[in-house]
T-cell receptor, first 115, second 113 residues
């Protein structure tokens, strides 16, 4: 079975501050992990993807995430927030095996950026 | 580049009515998916299709049927709509199965009264 938990449904930061969005996963096999972003009234777009090649994954728009197996975490960070980063962010896992073909999403975290 | 196209964008139904949500992709992808998005629950998989002619139930298939008409098109049908099916529906596609990047449509906002 695979599952994802995102800690914090809302995160608020000031422009220029560090962004940290938390994601923990559960998987019985090495997982593929993803972060997607959803801007208002749009579909989801891929930010970055972990496929076991490297534990630190760099994505678009200055975001990155680190895979920590010991903590079963895949937190998303950005050193300096922009107003344009305001959106909803989803962590997702695919663990293959009987879950092959099925991507399980977390509950989402709404990021607000204050001037 | 159209990508994944969903129709309609908005729909209001009365309880018991039926309707079909249409989805088409022009990227020659093998896999297609239907998700529903509800506040605080993320996206939940309704059905997916790994290739033309095949479909498989996801996490929340009850009350829905799907058809993979050809490689491009994947439709979702509500035979007898219920208020619990009020949601935003997203179609997505990918080259392979689930471990590839998903490309999403812009969604259909459905209200069942």
């Amino acid at each position: 079975a695979q599952s994802v938990t995102q800690l914090g449904s809302h995160v608020s930061v000031s422009e220029g501050a560090l962004v940290l969005l938390r994601c923990n996963y559960s998987s019985s096999v090495p997982p593929y992990l993803f972060w997607y972003v959803q801007y208002p009234n749009q579909g989801l777009q891929l930010l970055l993807k972990y496929t076991s090649a490297a534990t630190l994954v760099k994505g678009i728009n200055g975001f990155e995430a680190e895979f920590k197996k010991s903590e079963t975490s895949f937190h998303l960070t950005k050193p300096s927030a922009h107003m344009s980063d305001a959106a909803e962010y989803f962590c997702a896992v695919n663990a293959g095996g009987t879950s092959y073909g099925k991507l399980t999403f977390g509950q989402g975290t709404i990021l607000t950026v204050h001037p | 580049n159209a990508g994944v196209t969903q129709t309609p964008k908005f729909q209001v139904l009365k309880t018991g009515q039926s309707m079909t949500l249409q989805c088409a992709q022009d990227m020659n992808h093998n896999s297609m998916y239907w998700y529903r998005q509800d506040p605080g629950m993320g996206l939940r998989l309704i059905y997916y299709s790994a290739s033309e002619g095949t479909t498989e139930k996801g996490e929340v298939p009850n009350g829905y049927n799907v058809s993979r008409l050809n490689k491009r098109e994947f439709s979702l049908r509500l035979e007898s709509a219920a208020p619990s099916q009020t949601s935003v529906y997203f179609c997505a596609s990918s080259v392979g199965q689930g471990r590839e990047k998903l490309f999403f449509g812009s969604g259909t906002q459905l209200s069942v009264l």
